[in-house]
């Protein structure tokens, strides 16, 4: 079990080879933020005979790492929840401040993102991108992005990194406000920390911005990709699947970094 006192990197294993390089996204997050790393697996209710086999799966992943990096702090979380219950409990509970997932299994955690508080950061089990110092933010006219340009805002301050937000260029007065003061508060927010910063006016509006913030996060040197997810989910949605889905295929091996604006995100402790 892990101790739930202390914020911590979750990687979502999946008791595969794949989880080799979600733990080492998961170490360098660790690393960068100074938290403990806890290494999950949520078990299906007709692998309760297996209980102990998984157990100790997940402690050999344990062992090793603290063999080869002593000072790094991990634990082991064997849980067996609810798609839409897991989310809160991790958060509230056991101090979950980012999850890393398999990039490649969106679909079986669409629920997840829809329920989450904390950032959900998607990787592709091949990923060799784990500088996370060059980061590529869409601006939109959500109140939201506030919770995005401050994800942002740590990555800046904890890993030195530099950030390039791609403004939404809307048509409609109201629209084109709440892009200007989303860009605004953003640029304060990291003159605030110092946080070296280029801000573009990009040509799609808030409905294509994060397409075109992903276009020139593949075209430049972008080690991570920080958006936010939907703001509402339709039936369509669930027959079709997430729009955040078609971002994280299209973006391959780069890490993508999702926020869930319909929930108060949680914030990093210092």
Same mark, same amino acid.
């Given at each position: 079990?892990?101790? !739930?006192?202390?914020?911590?990197?979750?990687? /979502?294993?999946?008791?595969?080879?794949?989880?080799?390089? &979600? *733990?080492?996204?998961?170490?360098?997050?660790?690393?960068?933020?100074?938290?403990?790393?806890?290494?999950?697996?949520?078990?299906?209710?007709?692998?309760?005979?297996?209980?102990?086999?998984?157990?100790?799966?997940?402690?050999?992943?344990?062992?090793?790492?603290?063999?080869?990096?002593?000072?790094?702090?991990?634990?082991?979380?064997?849980?067996?929840? +609810?798609?839409?219950?897991?989310?809160?409990? &991790?958060?509230?509970? /056991?101090?979950?401040?980012? *999850?890393?997932?398999? =990039?490649?299994?969106?679909?079986?955690?669409?629920?997840?993102?829809?329920?989450?508080?904390?950032?959900?950061?998607?990787?592709?089990?091949?990923?060799?991108?784990?500088?996370?110092?060059?980061?590529?933010?869409? *601006?939109?006219? #959500?109140?939201?992005? +506030?919770?995005?340009?401050?994800?942002?805002? /740590?990555? $800046?301050?904890?890993?030195?990194?530099?950030?390039?937000?791609?403004?939404?260029?809307?048509?409609?007065?109201? =629209?084109?406000?709440?892009?200007?003061?989303?860009?605004?508060?953003?640029?304060?927010?990291?003159?605030?920390?110092?946080?070296?910063?280029?801000?573009?006016? $990009? @040509?799609? !509006?808030?409905? #294509?911005?994060?397409?075109?913030? &992903?276009?020139?996060?593949? =075209? +430049?040197?972008?080690?991570?990709?920080?958006?936010? $997810?939907? +703001?509402?989910?339709?039936?369509?949605?669930?027959?079709? @699947?997430?729009?955040? #889905?078609?971002?994280?295929?299209? =973006? $391959?091996? &780069?890490?993508?970094?999702? *926020?869930?604006?319909?929930?108060?995100?949680?914030?990093?402790?210092?």
């Amino acid at each position: 079990m892990t101790d !739930s006192k202390e914020q911590k990197i979750v990687v /979502y294993t999946e008791l595969k080879d794949s989880d080799q390089n &979600l *733990i080492l996204h998961g170490l360098k997050l660790a690393a960068i933020f100074k938290k403990e790393l806890c290494l999950l697996y949520n078990y299906q209710p007709k692998q309760k005979k297996q209980r102990d086999e998984l157990k100790e799966k997940l402690q050999n992943y344990a062992a090793i790492i603290k063999q080869e990096i002593p000072e790094q702090k991990v634990s082991t979380l064997l849980m067996s929840e +609810s798609q839409t219950r897991l989310p809160d409990l &991790l958060a509230e509970d /056991y101090e979950a401040i980012i *999850i890393v997932l398999n =990039a490649l299994n969106f679909k079986q955690y669409s629920t997840l993102l829809t329920e989450t508080s904390v950032p959900f950061l998607f990787v592709h089990p091949e990923s060799k991108i784990t500088h996370y110092n060059h980061l590529v933010q869409p *601006i939109d006219l #959500r109140k939201e992005i +506030s919770d995005s340009s401050l994800w942002c805002s /740590y990555f $800046g301050r904890f890993n030195a990194a530099e950030i390039v937000s791609v403004a939404a260029n809307d048509k409609t007065t109201e =629209a084109k406000n709440n892009v200007n003061k989303n860009a605004e508060l953003t640029r304060k927010l990291y003159r605030k920390f110092d946080i070296a910063h280029k801000l573009y006016k $990009g @040509g799609k !509006s808030s409905l #294509r911005n994060v397409f075109e913030a &992903l276009e020139l996060a593949l =075209a +430049s040197d972008c080690n991570l990709l920080v958006i936010l $997810g939907s +703001s509402s989910i339709t039936p369509l949605d669930y027959l079709i @699947g997430l729009p955040e #889905r078609k971002i994280i295929n299209r =973006a $391959g091996k &780069l890490p993508v970094m999702v *926020i869930n604006p319909r929930k108060d995100n949680y914030i990093l402790c210092d």
